[in-house]
């Protein structure tokens, strides 16, 4: 069984930074597609970053420049929020799939979730 717990969000004015973190509780969780999820008030949930087992990235281009996704040992999982718009106020979850290999398939294709956590940033 995966588990993903997140941390790391808060509120920040324009401009600001935040790192988010996720941890991964499983052997194989380096083997799984790793990725970074948003969901805004009133809006679907969207991919905006992702990761592979050979640390091969891919960003939703809103967030390209801006955000950076990583991981160490397999078990950790960040993405690095940096010149934040009120725009990217949402929840953030971390989400693992072994059927994807893209931050952009639907959400329905990952199969871990973990809880969330709320990203505002203030003009």
């Known amino acids: 069984q995966v588990q993903l717990v997140e941390s790391g969000g808060g509120s920040v004015q324009a401009g600001g930074s935040l790192r988010l973190s996720c941890v991964v509780s499983?052997?194989?969780?380096?083997?799984?597609?790793m990725a970074w999820f948003r969901q805004a008030p009133g809006k679907e949930r969207e991919g905006v970053a992702g990761?592979?087992?050979?640390?091969?990235t891919t960003y939703a281009d809103s967030v390209k420049g801006r955000f950076t996704i990583s991981k160490d040992n397999g078990k950790n999982l960040y993405l690095q929020m940096n010149s934040l718009k009120p725009d990217d106020t949402a929840v953030y979850y971390c989400?693992?799939?072994?059927?994807?290999?893209?931050?952009?398939?639907?959400?329905?294709?990952?199969?871990?979730w973990g809880q969330g956590t709320q990203v505002t940033v203030s003009s």
């Open positions: 990761i592979d087992s050979n640390g091969f």
């Open positions: 499983a052997y194989t969780a380096s083997r799984i597609y």
């Open positions: 989400a693992g799939s072994t059927l994807c290999y893209s931050p952009f398939c639907t959400p329905s294709t990952y199969y871990y």
